[in-house]
């Protein structure tokens, strides 16, 4: 029988959810189980609501159920807020004190434990241990896990948390649970990582010498991960004073010759805006992250949504060239943010990726091998480039648009940029010559540019039906056309990673090879459809949208397809 | 040896006849000339504004880009490359007005650029309107009953963020301009040259002969510039007498200094390190 089981720890932020969700991961990674898990929480510190969702599995998953099978309760509002989840069959595990006589409630007194084992503050550990001695999950591997988690906190903090999971493991370890299953040790199916150090190593592989950015979640984490390892790597990450600094410092290291990010979510990216204009004008690379939550203004902070699809691709006054992306999952994630500082530098245009709160707070197993390349190529000419340095144009009119870049104070180049409309050597010029000149200059690079984009991945091609999109949302949808297929609607799926320039052609071929397309987003709109039609002149038959601020479930996606096809 | 005949940029210059910028874009080049910084060696950021246009007529490397940008971009570059020889011409609404905040910021940081704020003390490029240093009760086509809002001093607000070195000049003083302008680019850390300029156009009240009148050179008073309170009084004298030179000079690290990875070279100078990247990876 395969393996599919989703626990939630539900309670309030400070509670340690993160904790036992970490130990419940490690858990199965090291035993060679799949796993994806969501974090849900709120814009606040301390109480509230939270909760980690993992779903285990003996097949890759890369969305999360709708239903569970385990609910660890860590507060009596995670049980009235998640029991209607629950499966047939499946249990609460709770603070033996909350609990009421509803059947499916286990009460284990997790602070009483805690107390005798490794003190007040451990009872997450104890509700740990119970969770996993309930999924018949062997000590041993607990033992390892918690003893590598706390290695750094040394031996006394490791023997108390060690005693704490033994006390939850015993404590029910004699509770029969209709989904415990046979623990299999294999090998871990891959790394287990979340989408913001997807895209942090990502940059690292991309050259990225410098970061700046402001505060803003559910982009913060980019950053965090990058400046952890800002001390092993040619790599400054500075904390800026608002995002219009932090886009404008990163144009400032970029002219100066280090492939340069920013990373924020939509509000900090309207505040990017003019900068992405100077990028764009002065042509000088550059990478921003723009990981997405609910809007418009503030929003839902700590939410996710697909809602700026349209917004980055025509961000900034006036018209230019320019890269945008969604990756689909971590590894894509990787790819694709190293493939981004490539291309910025190559066609010398900013180029923007969209990732989301699902995509960057999610744990996913990597579906592939992350690989750096082994070097990087650069497109800077310096003096012995030049046949006459003295005469260099920064602005030099080419078939290609691309001119030439050399860095400032490199050489006896003089490196002359202008935010204003400007002349091949770079000084400001409002001839009526040089600014067509100048514009068709920046527009030619766009053909070039779609040689370099990649066809969306298509599942099941030859379906009567196709359901489309972009970016994190792949795991979901895949997963909902294997539902339907179960059901025998031949139904297939369009993933778009490359958004801009658009696969117009690609994504026609596609369109036109079924009957019926319909578009599965995050937004209220069908952001994806609309360009589809603008760019392909091909419309889609139905939506199923979601802007609630959560993540697609597999289930209601197929469920949404099917009222559809009524 | 380099002349100021060395940084003709050849483009012609769009600012209004007397204007004050002409004297600063001269006390550039002669600084610059007396330092030995030849045209290709220097980097000139500037924002949006008439003082902001400044380095298309100096022969140099330079980023015009938007309006009170001018130093976080500045400071991305310093970082980028710590070697290189950074000014900025900014001026009164773009770097005190705008860029307001860029600038409290540049100076906590202590970046090691070199900020010259044509200070003309009204918006010229927009024509005519008040600046944050406009005095209060100034009278504009905008502003008919006078400006309301109390005067910026970039002097003492520098000052009090923790500067190493903050000046004024005045555009009527070539030479002394050109001596504050070497100090500020030899000095390493955030360097602010406040400088006085008169705009024939649009400021009818503070004109050349206005200053003329008014400013001494605190240099020939013997005024030493390392008491911090003696500088904070200082930056608030105005009026009858108005004082000009280096009002206050702390030595300390810069921000470039304080970083670690910036110690054994450039960033650009780095190895991009694919090995490290594989085993960081590995680590997960």
């Not at chain 2, 809002?149 to 030479?175: D, I, Y």
Request: proline share 5%; hydrophobic share 40%.
């Amino acid at each position: 029988m395969s393996i599919d089981i989703s626990v939630k720890i539900g309670g309030g932020a400070g509670q340690g959810i993160q904790t036992v969700g970490d130990i419940l991961a490690r858990v199965c990674l090291k035993y060679g189980l799949y796993l994806m898990a969501i974090n849900d929480f709120e814009s606040r510190i301390r109480g509230g609501h939270s909760f980690f969702q993992i779903r285990i599995s003996d097949k890759p998953v890369n969305a999360p159920n709708h239903k569970i099978n385990l609910l660890l309760a860590l507060d009596k509002k995670s049980f009235d807020l998640h029991k209607k989840e629950l499966v047939k069959g499946g249990l609460c595990l709770m603070e033996q004190n909350d609990a009421s006589s509803d059947k499916n409630i286990i009460g284990i007194p997790f602070l009483e434990l805690a107390k005798e084992s490794g003190g007040k503050i451990t009872s997450n550990i104890v509700a740990a241990g119970a969770c996993l001695a309930l999924l018949g999950a062997p000590f041993e591997i607990i033992r390892t896990v918690i003893a590598e988690g706390f290695a750094s906190k040394g031996d006394d903090i490791i023997e108390k948390n060690l005693n704490a999971a033994k006390a939850g493991y015993y404590a029910a370890g004699k509770i029969p649970f209709k989904y415990a299953f046979r623990w299999k040790a294999s090998k871990p199916k891959g790394i287990l990582i979340d989408g913001s150090k997807a895209l942090s190593l990502g940059a690292l592989a991309g050259d990225c010498r410098f970061a700046a950015f402001y505060p803003m979640s559910p982009a913060t984490g980019i950053m965090a991960h990058l400046a952890a390892v800002s001390n092993d790597f040619p790599l400054v990450v500075e904390q800026a004073e608002d995002e219009i600094a932090a886009v404008n410092m990163v144009i400032g290291a970029s002219f100066a010759g280090a492939r340069a990010m920013t990373a924020t979510s939509g509000g900090g990216f309207c505040l990017m805006t003019e900068g992405l204009g100077l990028s764009a004008i002065t042509e000088t690379p550059i990478v921003i992250i723009n990981a997405q939550r609910p809007g418009p203004a503030t929003g839902m902070a700590t939410r996710t949504a697909q809602a700026d699809l349209l917004f980055v691709i025509n961000a900034s006054q006036d018209e230019f060239p320019r890269f945008v992306f969604a990756p689909g999952s971590p590894a894509e994630a990787f790819e694709t943010t190293a493939r981004a500082f490539h291309l910025s530098d190559k066609y010398q245009v900013p180029a923007i990726i969209l990732a989301d709160q699902y995509l960057n707070d999610s744990l996913f197993i990597a579906d592939k091998a992350l690989k750096a390349p082994g070097k990087i190529k650069k497109f800077i000419v310096g003096d012995k480039d030049l046949k006459n340095p003295a005469e260099y144009k920064r602005y030099l009119l080419t078939n290609s648009g691309v001119s030439p870049r050399a860095l400032p104070c490199s050489g006896k180049a003089l490196v002359m940029v202008s935010g204003n409309e400007h002349r091949e050597d770079g000084h400001s010029s409002e001839s009526i010559r040089t600014r067509i000149g100048m514009v068709d200059k920046r527009n030619a690079k766009a053909a070039k540019m779609l040689s370099e984009i990649n066809p969306p991945e298509i599942y099941f091609p030859r379906s009567k039906i196709l359901l489309a999109g972009w970016g994190s949302t792949k795991g979901a949808i895949r997963e909902a056309v294997d539902m339907l297929r179960k059901e025998k609607i031949s139904a297939g799926c369009v993933s778009f990673n490359d958004l801009w320039p658009f696969p117009a052609a690609a994504a026609k071929k596609a369109f036109l090879a079924c009957e019926k397309f319909y578009m599965v987003e995050q937004n209220s709109t069908a952001q994806l459809g609309r360009l589809i039609r603008e760019q392909t002149s091909l419309s889609y038959s139905g939506t199923v949208l979601k802007y609630d601020g959560r993540p697609f479930f597999p289930a209601e996606i197929a469920d949404g397809i099917k009222k559809n096809m009524r | 040896m380099l002349s100021v005949k060395d940084y003709d940029s050849g483009v012609e210059n769009s600012w209004c006849p007397g204007c004050g910028n002409f004297g600063i874009l001269a006390s550039m080049k002669d600084a610059l000339a007396s330092m030995g910084i030849p045209p290709e060696k220097v980097l000139i950021i500037s924002g949006i504004g008439q003082a902001a246009k400044t380095p298309h007529f100096i022969k140099s490397n330079f980023f015009h880009a938007l309006h009170g940008r001018a130093l976080p971009l500045a400071t991305g570059a310093k970082i980028a490359n710590h070697e290189l020889a950074v000014l900025v011409n900014s001026g009164d609404g773009d770097c005190y007005g705008e860029g307001g905040n860029h600038f409290m910021h540049a100076v906590r940081r202590n970046i090691d650029i070199t900020v010259l704020v044509h200070n003309n003390k009204v918006y010229g490029l927009t024509k005519g309107q008040p600046s944050p240093t406009s005095d209060e009760g100034m009278v504009t086509k905008i502003q008919s009953d006078g400006v309301i809002s109390e005067t910026f001093n970039p002097l003492s607000v520098a000052l009090a963020l923790g500067a190493g070195f903050v000046a004024r000049s005045f555009s009527g003083k070539p030479e002394h301009l050109s001596r504050i302008i070497q100090e500020g680019i030899k000095h390493k850390g955030f360097s602010l040259i406040d400088i006085l300029q008169p705009c024939v156009s649009f400021n009818h009240v503070n004109t050349f002969e206005w200053y003329k009148k008014r400013v001494y050179d605190l240099f020939e008073e013997g005024y030493l510039p390392d008491d911090f309170n003696r500088a904070m009084e200082l930056s608030r004298v105005w009026g009858d007498k108005i004082p000009i030179g280096i009002i206050y000079k702390k030595d300390k690290p810069s921000y470039t200094d304080k970083i670690k990875t910036l110690q054994n070279g450039t960033l650009l100078s780095g190895e991009y390190l694919s090995e490290k990247i594989r085993r960081a990876i590995e680590s997960l």
